[in-house]
């Protein structure tokens, strides 16, 4: 059984940091691409970071994804955070299928 599983959100100020983990079991960790998404109340979905070092614009030079495969963990490290980096947080897995976590919440906020 596919299981994903964040932790590590949670409430932090601006310019904080915060570091997601994504614990995956049930399949082959070095099979799949490794992503992580984000949804903020009243958007849409969006890619944060995927595979080695692609990311979105609005994350470039503050976010970092990384991967342990020891671990069967992809990591998600958040530097100089800003109130719009505020959202649900999800992890994704995807090779011939698409596995979603449950999501993690980060609000950023003083």
């Known amino acids: 059984q596919v299981q994903l599983v964040e932790s590590g959100g949670g409430l932090v100020q601006p310019g904080g940091s915060l570091r997601l983990s994504c614990a995956f079991s049930?399949?082959?960790?070095?099979?799949?691409?490794m992503s992580w998404y984000r949804q903020a109340p009243g958007k849409e979905r969006e890619l944060v970071a995927s595979g080695r070092s692609t990311y979105a614009d609005s994350v470039k030079g503050r976010f970092t994804i990384s991967r342990d495969n020891a671990k069967n963990t992809v990591y998600l490290q958040m530097n100089n955070l800003k109130p719009e980096d505020t959202a649900v947080y999800y992890c994704?897995?995807?090779?011939?299928?698409?596995?979603w976590g449950q999501g993690t919440q980060v609000t950023v906020s003083s």
């Open positions: 049930g399949f082959t960790f070095s099979n799949y691409v």
């Open positions: 994704n897995a995807r090779a011939a299928r698409v596995y």
